[in-house]
């Protein structure tokens, strides 16, 4: 077991480094730094000594190393645009994006597991086809199409809702702000989370449907019927619990692009988020910012498979037997 | 996206029993398409904007890029069939006087233009790489697949922004209208390759076996005549229906990299763009910019997905 | 003769597919006396499995049941909505299927799944629940039964696990077992035991046995009585030594000439010409008229039903005479 761990620890660390050398590429190979930095007007001699100064001279792989050892104690240098130092700037940002991430996330799962059993189960009622048909739809409208529609009926025709920001904002120390606090906050919360769960929920839902059916199709559910067991505890106690653990994987895996989707997201409702940072950094080639969001995200992403990696053994029995080294 | 790419490796060995075309012509796939009314109006759908994208330059009433021919005077005008609509625009004009109709039609053929290469160049990488891994095996294999695990765990539109970001980023001297039809398309298909590859993979492994391949090879035929005569075609079946399934998600992505204002500009607008621009009138009440566009984008890939539902479903021996 | 425990009458079951209705079961009837062990024997593709199903009315579709009654205890039970159906299920007729390692659901333990079984049939308390499952795992020979009813079915190996199996089929004491291949998925030198096994609790319980199977051998060492099944329905059906030593129907005859005993001096086994008729393609009249060698005008146009000889049946145009004749 802590074999196991060990492992994908390292595969993790070897992964984080391999995109961080990427992000060192981008960084030091795409546009010139020193050029960013400075005017037009500025001195060769001036340049040179920014350069050095910068250690550009040195080999190339010490500067990775350096940019490295930086990036490991988060120091990603200063924004081009901004002229302040990059983890500032998404330190900011953060609470709003991941804000906004949670709450979406939990809504998909509260909404995408029910509407998935009940197509399932209930596979030829109206209701069932409505669900399928909708779900067709939630995965063919892109996300900023969704928000856009939501902003048009909510914001423009019934004036409930606000269309863009995250409305009156509560500090908790020094690193969080919440919206969920506050009316203003959490009303500024409904359209935008609602527009990025809703391709989560469209995918949960068909995925729960597809699991499901294909559990209710085994031997060991046929058994379990044909031991006399009531439909509940063949459908509730047997299947739902084999339904949901390839399910976890994927959510889990999902939860990363839900923090990628909230840049589309973010820029639908002028949410202040690192999505919308990340989007600016693009717009205005600043590397430094584009650099050290790739990073956060690889991190990010890095840590929810190894979370879910883990989540995995630890639900379902067969793997545990596995990494123990199997019984009779 | 994972359930695909599973669903192709098993389903490959069936399918590579009998040629594309020889399953087409078998009634059951016919009756299949053509006793489902939904996918039959998807398949007209689809047909009709293709052919509406091609034919664009013919049929709009006007060109909405030649800043000479736009009615400045006219612009913000509503559509046709409202009140004070203006019986020369169908569907209204934007702000620089912009017949929306038009736009709509070179936007559409923009975006089908820029998806579908994209997908052909996910396609071809893609394929030419599973190809690769799956015949030579040993650390090109490892090497590729690795490459790809670690890929496929971002969601592609990240990728694609970034390779955009970056794109752009390295062609800043130049003016980003002209490149930016090249950047998405690259953007695009190197952030779609990863399924084909597997897929292609999975049906080389399979085929690399058989008794054809192991014969080719003794009589010595090269390699690459071994793959491109012999296998290519056995794994054309799944590939298929990963690309229709990716036209929409390509279309989505480039609508998407458009709308997020990296994608194309103004001058030379796709759908997304449109929508983009649109979405700044949205409360000063002319709707009609960003309605129909939208529309057009949301029927467009709605009809794209069906038929890939259709096919998928049609092709996949398991399901019968 | 005692009151048969089932009793089936002309079941009949189709396949509806897009190419029209196949006959999958064509007319079986037979009965099951309490206690006694009916063997079901013929090759893949037969109908033996498809009537263990329709028995407990767990036919897959687009198979159905479309004609014939099914009694136990001379009440029908093909007519019964589903809950009462259930009702049934495992309460008094149990089954067995043949893969253990799909039969039990992975991620649960086996504790857990035999004693919702016993908690679903009986008033028991969840405590007395688990000493009874405790108590079956040792009757059917799981070792240390009270620590390993904790375990996994994946820790246990593939005889280990059909024990349970079986063990699960009976926990709520069923008058008759239907056994569905219960050893085709084990390994030979593990197929003996569990026979064995049900024999003697089906035996200590008084429940009946419905054995379907394609190895003739397990058949002749565990069963009273033996159906032989061909194509959807049933050729011949008597005592097991009678069928064995003497078998009356040519098919029948075929497959014990197929049995190889430790006397056979052949050098290859004897083997029947020919294979079993698609569903598709069933003949007209007898359906093994093409493979049998003793085939006349009358096999060919018209279906034998099952003639009465003393305590055999058996559908078979030859033996007209001996069953008028009433001997």
Sequence with gaps: MIAFILRRLLASIAVLIAVGLIAFAMFRFVGDPVDQMVGIETPEAERAQIREQLGLNRPVLIQAAIFLVHAARLDFGVSYQFKQPVIDLIRARMPATLELSFVASVLSLLVGVPMGVYTALRRNSALAKLFQALSLIGISLPTFLIGILLIYV???????LPSFGRGDVVRLGPWWSTGLLTVSGLKSLVMP???????????????VRAEMLEVLRTDYIKFARARGLSERAVHFHHALKNTLVPVITVVGLQLGSIVAFS????????????????LQSI??????????YLLFISVLFVLINLVVDLLYVAVDPRLRGALHGGHG | MEAMAEMGETAAPAATRRSLRSRLADSDMLVSFLSSPVTVLAGVITLLMFAAAVLSPWIAPTDPFNPATNFLADSLDPPRFTADGDPRFLLGTDDQGRDIWSAILYGLRVSLLIGGGGVA??????????????????????????VADVQLTFPTILIALLLDGVA????KGSSHHETAFGVLILAIGLSFWVQYARTVRASTLVEKNRDYVQAARLIGLSPLRIVVRHILPNVMGPVLVIATINLALAIITEATLSFLGVGLPPTQPS?????????NFLFSGEWWIVAFPSLTLAILVLAVNLLGDWLRDALNPKLK | MSEALLSVRDLRVEFATRRGKLVALDGVSFDIAPGEILGMVGESGAGKSLTGLSIINQLDPPGSVVAGEIRLNGARIDNLPPARMREIRGRRIGIIFQDPLTSLNPLLRIGDQLVETILAHSPLSPKQARERAIAWLAEVGIPAPDKRIDGYPHEFSGGMRQRVVIALALCAEPALVIADEPTTALDVSVQAQIIAVLKNITRRHGAAVLLITHDMGVIAETADRVAVMYAGRIVEIGAVADVVRRPLHPYARGLMAAIPTLETRAERLAQIPGAMPRLNAIPRGCAFSPRCDRVFARCLVERPPLLTIGHRKVACWLHLEAAEEGR
Excluded: K
């Design chain 1, 154 to 160: 909510f914001a423009v025709l019934l004036r409930w």
């Design chain 1, 193 to 207: 989370s609602i527009t990025l769960a809703l391709f989560q929920v469209t995918l949960i839902m068909r995925l």
């Design chain 1, 263 to 278: 840049i589309i997201t973010e820029t639908v409702f002028a949410w202040p988020g690192m999505g919308q940072l990340f």
């Design chain 1, 283 to 292: 717009q205005n080639a600043d590397i430094p910012i584009m650099a050290a």
């Design chain 2, 121 to 146: 160049l996910a396609g071809a990488i893609g394929i030419t790489l599973g190809l690769i891994a799956g015949y030579a095996g040993g650390w090109t294999d490892a090497v590729i697949m690795r």
């Design chain 2, 168 to 171: 752009q980023a390295l062609l």
């Design chain 2, 271 to 279: 759908l997304g763009t449109l929508i983009r621009i649109g979405q």
